[in-house]
């Protein structure tokens, strides 16, 4: 059974930064492209970064661009989600996502994937 596994969310004052991490038991997490999603009450869950299986290629939307950065160390199979300048608006459970397909150009869309974690709540207040 595949399971992916986040960790690093927290509360944090506005400004402030976090680093959530992914793991997974059931698959080799460093054969998969992965992604951040997050999602706010109320809110659809949102696509925020993508990181291809060996590192070179990554996107982000608009909303975390210059402020997240995705990385990924596949010997130790974990992709990280640096999270700087938090904001109030950036509060929502955090999931990490893969697929057994992958799509570049559809990514951001959350049906395209079929292993999700059980996200990490991340709330930025002061």
């Known amino acids: 059974q595949v399971q992916l596994v986040e960790s690093g969310g927290g509360e944090v004052q506005p400004g402030g930064s976090l680093r959530l991490s992914c793991t997974a038991s059931g698959i080799a997490l460093d054969y998969y492209s992965t992604s951040w999603f997050r999602q706010a009450p109320g809110k659809e869950r949102e696509g925020i970064s993508t990181i291809s299986i060996n590192g070179d290629w990554t996107d982000y939307a608009e909303s975390v661009k210059g402020r997240f950065i995705i990385s990924r160390d596949n010997a130790k199979e974990t992709v990280y989600l640096q999270m700087n300048d938090l904001k109030p608006e950036d509060t929502a459970v955090y999931y990490c996502?893969?697929?057994?397909?992958?799509?570049?150009?559809?990514?951001?869309?959350?049906?395209?994937?079929?292993?999700w974690g059980q996200g990490t709540p991340v709330t930025v207040s002061s």
């Open positions: 996502a893969t697929a057994d397909r992958y799509f570049r150009d559809r990514w951001s869309r959350a049906r395209e994937y079929n292993y």
